[in-house]
């Protein structure tokens, strides 16, 4: 699976929209690009995936480049809830092959009232 | 849906014995995944099944750890002998099927070896 790179820390205001950005330039064409968060004490939690398009859903609208190269999860008005690492991964979605999620370090961030 | 429930939430063993952790997977998910995380590697997959079957345990350490799933509604992580470098969080997880990599997480079990 192609390697993502993302930054370690971002900070935030409660109420600010927030851009998480992902680098994914080895990217196949046939790879999803995931992005799960997590807080501690807790298992990741999905957010939202997509291939090409971009697509939003109740938690994040994820804006995919259009050489899909990278990637940009968009949280509006944050609260202190989304503060969280948040892992942007890629896997190619088949059915029978090996399906294993693999995790990074993901970008921490913080958000402050 | 109660989600994926994982048991016991901690469990402390000392050096030299044997640790079982449960994991009961979303009703109707046929995929079943271990990860285990820790600080210095983060989150590391174990292994996984599928519709019971193993299908990759290629992240599993090759002594002392197995995992099963005798059934659909649970499987379990067993570490033999237990060492204090197998102390950390062992995730479960499980997802639909396949052709989609949603997994939903449980909370997580922590084991502590003293």
């Known amino acids: 699976d192609a390697k993502t790179t993302q930054p370690d820390s971002m900070e935030s205001t409660e109420g600010e929209t927030v851009h998480l950005p992902c680098s994914h330039a080895?990217?196949?064409?046939?790879?999803?690009i995931y992005w799960y968060r997590q807080v501690p004490l807790q298992g990741p939690e999905y957010v939202t995936h997509g291939l090409q398009q971009n697509t939003t859903n109740s938690m994040a609208f994820l804006a995919i480049a259009s050489d899909r190269k990278s990637s940009t999860l968009i949280l509006p008005h944050v609260s202190l809830r989304d503060a969280a690492v948040y892992h942007c991964?890629?896997?190619?979605?088949?059915?029978?092959?090996?399906?294993?999620?693999?995790f990074g370090e993901g970008t921490k961030l913080t958000v402050s009232s | 849906n109660a989600g994926v429930i994982q048991t016991p939430r901690h469990k402390v063993t000392g050096k030299g014995q044997e640790a079982t952790l449960w994991c009961e997977p979303i009703s109707g998910h046929s995929a079943v995944f271990w990860y285990r995380q820790t600080i210095v590697q983060g989150l590391e997959f174990l292994t996984y099944f599928r519709n019971q079957a193993p299908i990759d345990d290629s992240g599993m350490p090759k002594e002392r750890f197995s995992a099963q799933m005798p059934n659909q509604s649970h499987s379990t992580l067993k570490i033999q002998s237990t060492q204090p470098q197998d102390s950390a969080v062992y995730l479960c997880a499980s997802s639909l099927d396949l052709s989609q990599n949603t997994l939903y997480f449980g909370a997580g079990t922590r084991l502590s070896v003293l």
């Open positions: 991964i890629l896997r190619v979605a088949n059915q029978g092959g090996s399906a294993k999620l693999i």
């Open positions: 080895t990217i196949s064409g046939n790879e999803y």
